[in-house]
């Protein structure tokens, strides 16, 4: 009997599917392979498609796109190199790079110690400003324009501080919309690591510091980086408030190009060729920083983030 039940025993544990194993994921498969396998290529297609006719358009000439062809009749990278000199791709870029880094910089920083000190501590007041950052993301950006310009303006009148037309006033403005949205994603971060790491570094000593640069910034990368990138993406899209709060040598690249947009080759037809390859040369950055970053992305956006 006792040899009976043992083997039973073997046999159903050899049964049990293991981590990481194939038939792990046949169990955990939701939908069948053809299945998963058309709609992996019908959403690959769905993304793909549009990048290569933005490809290709930039690659043909500008009444070969006007007449309609997917595939170019000519191909010539002239386009990518006129860009650097008509629509002052290389200023925008600049700017661009410098603004949004800095705010993602700043605002990723800033809010794991304000996300610490909210998650961890209990003080009067505390509810009211998770409530408030919330309510912050309900606000339009368009309401804000006007007295954002107004309270820059009068900084100006007042102060003698110029604020419109300089880098480090848009750095500002973005830097009042994305943190909000830092904190609290730091906020829901923080909240699933565990409190018996910090209780121990407590044990051994660490001050509070010590333990928010010791504990809590090693094992938040990836909320961080998450924080980061989209404070940086807020700043690299934006297109409202760079317009109304830069110059001409402030401006950011895509201000530079929805004014390179409005512009047409001898008042008839619009520069479709370089309109698309600065639009493939200004989304170049945020891939790039994707791919390099993608690793802590999907460990700070799904649950948990720590094992």
């Known amino acids: 009997m006792t040899t009976t039940t043992a083997t039973r025993a073997r046999e159903a544990a050899a049964a049990v599917p293991r981590p990481g194993s194939a038939r792990q994921h046949e169990v955990t498969r939701l939908l069948p392979r053809p299945l998963l396998a058309i709609i992996l290529v019908f959403l690959g297609a769905l993304v793909l498609i549009p990048v290569l006719y933005i490809f290709l358009a930039s ?8 007449n309609g062809e997917f595939w170019p009749s000519t191909v010539t990278f002239e386009n990518y190199s006129s860009i650097w000199t008509s629509v002052g791709l290389a200023t925008g870029l600049t700017n661009s790079v410098l603004v949004a880094g800095a705010t993602a910089i700043v605002s990723a920083a800033m809010s794991v110690s304000t996300a610490f000190v909210l998650v ?4 009067r007041g505390r509810l009211t400003i998770l409530r408030g950052l919330l309510a912050l993301q309900s606000v339009p950006g368009t309401l804000m324009v006007l007295p954002v310009f107004v309270l820059f303006s009068s900084a100006a009148t007042y102060l003698g501080i110029q604020v419109i037309g300089t880098q480090w006033g848009l750095f500002v403005t973005y830097l009042t919309f994305a943190m909000p949205f830092s904190t609290w ?19 051994d000593g660490a ?3 010590g333990v928010l640069f010791r504990i809590i910034l090693p094992l938040s990368w990836p909320g961080i980086v998450v924080s980061g990138i989209f404070a940086f ?3 690299w899209n934006d297109v409202l408030f760079a317009s109304v709060m830069t110059r001409p040598e402030s401006q950011t690249a895509a201000v530079a190009l929805q004014i390179f947009g409005a512009s047409q080759e001898g008042g ?5 060729g370089q309109m698309m390859a600065a639009a493939l040369v200004c989304a170049a950055p945020v891939v790039i920083l994707y791919l ?7 460990g700070g956006l799904t649950a948990g983030g720590v094992k």
């Open 59 to 66: 690659v043909n000439s500008d009444i070969g796109v006007a």
């Open 120 to 123: 961890r501590y209990s003080f």
């Open 185 to 203: 994603v730091m906020v829901t971060y923080l909240r699933g690591l565990p409190r018996e790491l910090e209780e121990a570094a407590r044990i």
């Open 207 to 209: 001050s509070n510091v």
């Open 233 to 235: 993406l807020l700043g």
């Open 268 to 272: 008839a037809i619009p520069y479709y």
């Open 292 to 298: 390099i970053f993608q690793r802590y992305l999907v």
